[in-house]
């Protein structure tokens, strides 16, 4: 059994809190990080650094769990840059624009789509996302949708069923033709591939009675909730979310007060202090990139609702992969702390995916981390656009 010891650590962001400073953070100084078999085994003073096999230098650098990207729509052909184009010279994003990407994913062989998905994880990776959801979504037919999620699950364990992105053309007039087919034969074709479903619930994609009958299919099935809410404007989404038990509502950008009670109700008692079991992830590269209003993240930690962080790349709304450029958006725009930020690009991440095993260092967790070209974790907002990723460990390998 070989080990590998990250040593010199300047900052060691650890997400457990009360091991030393920086609150939830749980902030270490002058660390160092043993691992063996992909595993954290040790954590401690780098005075009391244990021999190893093998000794990779942090030289004062930053150290932070890699982050967990839980919102990600991967697989897809071709790209909507002219129709970002058309945005940034003033129209507006209707989500209109997922049926132009549907064609192109149906067209295009398996290579394709597995080489894109490739290229997109490896672009993820390099910016220190070591976890990261990908969802279906592009292909709504019974086929398209399985051979997404087979593609999906070649290089990520957490897959989402979308079956339910929008109704494909072929199904306008039949909208309750469309929820039979997901929630029959596409469901059961996605399944094996999926851990989890989620639906578009906002105006012009599912109400509230077709996304409740679309996740509770699944639900029956044995997967996951997640939901697509309140993104263009109110609506259910979020309290539908709730109601279902979703491990995560995502988008929020438009919250009235019973939405964000909603939310706080779902508060639950965890080793690291109380934390909503429904989360609200923000995806604050779909405003960027649709000069839309960002959500409030201040309004929701004030209620003591978890937040996570996730880029939403995808080629319409946000085609970024970027964690680090989330952040730094979140801080500049959404009113969170650089910790704030952090937190919930790395322990939010793994709360939204109900993972207990990344988004923290300590010991029994999986050796996935950055170590930064930079001194603390406050310089991932600070500096924002830099590379500042130096290197990657994802289940303690170097990549
Ligand atoms: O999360 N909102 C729905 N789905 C994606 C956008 C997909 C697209 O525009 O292609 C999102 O923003
Ligand atoms: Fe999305």
């Known amino acids: 059994m070989s080990s590998l010891l990250v040593d010199n650590i300047g900052e060691l962001v650890t997400n457990v809190p009360g091991t030393g400073e920086g609150g939830p953070l749980g ?20 005075a009391d650094a244990p021999a190893a096999d093998r000794r990779i230098d942090a030289d004062g650098a930053a150290v932070l769990p890699g982050f967990v990207d839980s919102h990600a ?36 062989s398996d290579e394709e789509l597995r080489a894109t998905v490739r290229r997109l994880r490896v672009e993820a990776l390099r910016q220190g996302t070591t976890t990261i959801e990908i969802k279906s979504g592009y292909g709504l037919t019974v086929a398209d949708e399985a051979r997404s999620l087979r593609i999906a699950a070649e290089v990520s364990e957490e897959t989402t069923f979308l079956g339910a992105h929008v109704v494909p053309a072929e199904y306008a007039d039949r909208p309750d033709d469309y929820v039979s087919l997901v929630c029959g034969p596409m469901l059961a074709a996605a399944a094996p591939h999926a851990r989890w479903i989620d ?28 939901v697509h809410a309140n993104q263009l404007g109110p609506g ?45 992830t923000l995806l604050p590269g779909a405003e960027f990139s649709t000069r839309s209003p960002y959500p409030d993240a201040r309004r929701l930690l004030d ?19 970027s964690m680090p450029f989330c952040v730094a958006l979140a801080v500049r725009e959404m009113r969170m ?24 260092l300590r010991p029994g967790a999986r050796a996935d981390l950055v170590i930064l070209d930079a001194p603390s974790h406050l310089h991932l907002a600070y500096r924002p656009g830099v590379p500042l990723i130096r290197q990657v460990l994802q289940n303690g390998v170097p990549r």
Do not use: K
């Open 27 to 46: 902030i270490r100084r002058r660390a160092a990080l043993l691992v063996e078999e992909g595993e954290v085994v040790w954590v401690g003073p780098a």
């Open 73 to 108: 729509h991967l697989v897809f052909a071709g790209d909507r840059a002219a129709e970002f184009a058309a945005r940034m010279a003033g129209q507006p994003y209707t989500g209109g624009g997922i049926r132009t990407t549907v064609g192109a994913t149906r067209a295009a």
């Open 199 to 226: 639906v578009f619930c906002e105006r012009g994609a599912f109400d509230a009675d077709h996304a409740r009958a679309i996740l509770a299919c699944g639900q029956a099935v044995g997967l996951g909730v997640r």
């Open 236 to 280: 259910p989404g979020v309290r539908l979310g709730v109601e279902l038990g979703a491990a995560s509502v995502d988008h929020c950008t438009h919250l009235t007060d019973a939405d964000i009670d909603a939310l706080a109700s779902t508060v639950v008692d965890a080793p690291s202090g109380p934390q909503t079991s429904t989360v609200a």
């Open 303 to 321: 209620a003591g609702v978890t937040v996570a962080l996730a880029t939403d790349c995808n080629p319409g709304s946000s085609y970024t992969s």
């Open 337 to 360: 702390t650089p910790a704030e930020a952090v937190w919930a690009a790395t322990a939010g991440g793994a709360r939204a995916l109900r993972r207990t095993d990344i988004g923290v």
